[in-house]
T-cell receptor, first 113, second 117 residues
Framework: EPEVTQTPSHQVTQMGQEVILRCVPI?????FYWYRQILGQKVEFLVS????????KSEIFDDQFSVERPDGSNFTLKIRSTKLEDSAMYFC???????????FGSGTRLTVV | AQSVTQLDSHVSVSEGTPVLLRCNYS??????LFWYVQHPNKGLQLLLK??????LVKGINGFEAEFKKSETSFHLTKPSAHMSDAAEYFC???????????????FGKGTHLIIQP
């Protein structure tokens, strides 16, 4: 069964530092997503990406966040200057077509100290 | 706009007894509905999905859910709970026909399922 791979599984960073979370979506998928789950809260949509550009983003996805597909396999989420409230589990997902056939990665737990 | 309401934040059942996790949704279009499970410190695993085919959907690990349009519900059931079912369960909705099909999923707040021995 194809998988979405996320690295690292856990990252600790100091407040104000830049962090990059990495994802390798399923190879023939075309849509890519980032979701966030703050501890004890529900999973929230951050951003979707298709054809090398952002398709949709939520209010959470402000100027501190950016996404990139630097090559044919990776999909990254960058947080420029991390804040304590960015501490969360970040999930990457991909689909072969929009809104169908989601596969989620196992997540990166980001801890900002 | 789409939304999901999971009616119970916590459900506790005894091992071997039935499980019912309730979910109501609202959607402007024909929705797709999903149930995901999250075990402690693990990622999201798809249990089952409804995408406008049969209204009774069977998933993994003995779970099933029934789509009831008149009640806007998609409750998750299992006839007999097992200790390994203890986890967080999320009901999720996705609209077709909005945002070009790339506007993501809407998650419920989750139901924490506790299995008593």
């Amino acid at each position: 069964e194809p998988e979405v791979t996320q690295t690292p599984s856990h990252q600790v960073t100091q407040m104000g530092q830049e962090v990059i979370l990495r994802c390798v979506p399923i190879s023939n998928h075309l849509y890519f997503y980032w979701y966030r789950q703050i501890l004890g809260q529900k999973v929230e949509f951050l951003v979707s990406f298709y054809n090398n550009e952002i398709s949709e983003k939520s209010e959470i996805f402000d100027d501190q966040f950016s996404v990139e597909r630097p090559d044919g396999s990776n999909f990254t989420l960058k947080i420029r200057s991390t804040k304590l409230e960015d501490s969360a589990m970040y999930f990457c997902a991909s689909t072969p077509q929009g809104n169908y056939g989601y596969t989620f990665g196992s997540g990166t737990r980001l801890t900002v100290v | 706009a789409q939304s999901v309401t999971q009616l119970d934040s916590h459900v506790s059942v005894s091992e071997g007894t039935p499980v019912l996790l309730r979910c109501n949704y609202s959607s402007s279009y024909s929705p797709s509905l999903f149930w995901y499970v999250q075990h402690p410190n693990k990622g999201l695993q798809l249990l089952l999905k409804y995408t406008s085919a049969a209204t009774l959907v069977k998933g993994i690990n003995g779970f099933e859910a029934e789509f009831k349009k008149s009640e806007t519900s998609f409750h998750l059931t299992k006839p007999s709970a097992h200790m390994s079912d203890a986890a967080e369960y999320f009901c999720v909705v996705s609209d077709y026909g909005t945002g070009g099909g790339a506007d993501g999923l809407t998650f419920g707040k989750g139901t924490h399922l506790i299995i008593q021995p």
